[in-house]
């Protein structure tokens, strides 16, 4: 097995993991976050890493919390699919990669500017980087280019 085959074969392991780990790990944190599915409740004896968020009018159903977890349940099964041939899946890896650090980017200065979002600072913002520089180091063409 040369280099090139042996590297797409772990890109390929990467967007299974990768995938599994938004389709079911991001459901189960949910759950297990206190915070995920009552937006803005923290329970006793949870750590303050800043303020809550400000409390749903819908008794902690907040629209934002569902929107994101839809995106990233949908680029999950989009990367389990791929997995079966990433070299022509690879702009799931681009997708990946310019959207994390652009999230990212974007939720560094909110996390100041907004004293009710700095655990996004400790939390879901590093993730964010660090998806990005797994994606990037297994990138499916990034073996055998010169």
């Known amino acids: 097995m040369t280099d090139q085959e042996k590297h797409l074969r772990q890109s390929a392991t990467v967007m299974r993991i990768l995938g599994w780990l938004l389709v079911v790990g991001l459901l189960l944190l949910a759950f297990i976050y206190p915070p995920g599915f009552l937006w803005g409740a ?48 690879v702009a799931l890896f681009d997708f ?14 909110q996390s100041f500017y907004y004293p009710n979002e700095h655990a996004h600072l400790w939390g879901d913002g590093p993730l964010l980087f660090a998806m990005a520089v797994v994606l990037w180091l297994w990138y ?3 073996k055998g280019q010169a």
Not at 55 to 77: N, R, T
Not at 99 to 107: A, K, N, P
Request: aromatic share 10%; no cysteine; proline share 15%.
């Open 96 to 109: 990946g990669i310019l959207s994390s650090v652009l999230h990212g980017l974007v939720m560094v200065p």
């Open 42 to 89: 923290q329970p006793e004896g949870f750590p303050h890493i800043g303020p809550a968020h400000p409390p749903s009018p819908y008794q902690g159903l907040h629209p934002y919390f569902y929107m994101v977890l839809a995106l990233y349940v949908a680029y999950g099964i989009l990367l389990i699919r791929g997995a079966k041939d990433p070299r022509r899946n």
């Open 140 to 142: 499916p063409e990034r």
